[in-house]
């Protein structure tokens, strides 16, 4: 089953900009989030996975804020992108090979994915880099 494709763009909406559903689902009134956090992965952490599957873990990483709202993300046509490139923490040491990326609700610990996706190309983290998503990165609501 499958939904309409205003209602796909609607879902995002509420999850990506804050922005009510009419007369289905309301942002939270009394604490809503209002940034997402998005994460490196070294391997896709899967359906069942959290923030913390396969994260990486190179000296200096750290998961970034991106605001729940137009100004932090796009939606158009059941896909949402950052509106600006998403820059993570300079490598201080370490390697790793960014594979997948997920966005989740908190900026630590073992969290819901809300979403996740592969990365192409997939980044390779050494000292000296700055891992990027660009505003090419792309979710779909299908």
Do not use: W
């Amino acid at each position: 089953m499958s939904k309409s494709n205003n209602f796909e763009n609607n879902v995002l909406k509420l999850i990506f900009q804050a922005a009510d559903i009419t007369n289905i689902a309301v942002n939270a009134t009394t604490a809503p989030n209002t940034n997402l956090f998005a994460s490196l992965h070294t391997a896709d952490p899967g359906e069942a996975g959290t923030q913390s599957t396969s994260e990486v873990a190179y000296s200096g990483y750290a998961r970034v804020s991106v605001a729940r709202s137009a100004a932090g993300f796009t939606v158009v046509n059941g896909v949402a992108s950052p509106m600006a490139n998403i820059s993570f923490p300079t490598c201080i040491a370490g390697t790793s090979t960014a594979t997948h990326f997920s966005i989740g609700m908190s900026s630590t610990g073992a969290t819901d994915i809300l979403y996740s996706g592969s990365i192409s190309p997939q980044v390779s983290i050494a000292a000296g880099v700055v891992p990027v998503l660009t505003t090419a990165t792309t979710i779909t609501e299908d």
